[in-house]
């Protein structure tokens, strides 16, 4: 066993981080509710492996942003495009446990304009960077339902380390649900960091906006 020189990490905070493409803001259900429902519309699909959603219409769904946007943790942030200005999705730091230096990224909302864009994976980066760089955590963990299969390739993609399965971890709207843990540490940080920024930058897209290398092939 190695013995660790170590301190409690700070906590994450109500901040506002800015990155090229998005900005992150604590969640306001006054600032951010008319985007984000805006931003919903037709999209009840998206809230098949969240614990709460679809919702029946604009005052429920502000309602329950009223309900999050206060919370420790989960610590909920608004997704905000910065071209356009619009809320378009939700990103949270949760199970956070400073004397561990362990902290999650998930309750992740990402309206059908923000999935598969470069703002959503500038947003999964700017959380990451907060993570580590400026809270210092070890660990940062990334768990979703072992069914779905599109957050575990996004977790794939973004370098976390799939550590197995939890069988019936859940009982989520009535149904059984396995949960996929994935992780990345401190130590691996670096590596996934050089590669999401690489990634990002304009040189690694073409004028018709296609990625020259992925993310995979920029961490190896």
Known sequence: MTDLD???VRRPERVS???QLVRLEPLDADRHGDDLFEASAGADDTWYYLPYGPFAGKDEFVAWLRQRAPLE???AFTIIDRS???ALGIATLMSIE???GSIEIGHIWLSPALQRTRQATEAIYLL???AFDELGNRRYEWKCDAANAPSRRAAERF???F???FRQHRVVKGRNRDTAWYSITDAEWPSRRAAFEAWLSPENFDESGRQRRSLAELRE
Do not use: N
């Open 163 to 165: 550590e197995g399965i």
């Open 84 to 86: 356009s200005g619009k």
């Open 98 to 100: 400073p004397e561990h």
């Open 73 to 75: 943790d989960p610590l």
């Open 128 to 130: 990451s960077r907060y």
């Open 159 to 161: 370098g976390f380390t």
């Open 17 to 19: 981080i800015a990155g």
């Open 6 to 8: 170590w301190k409690p």
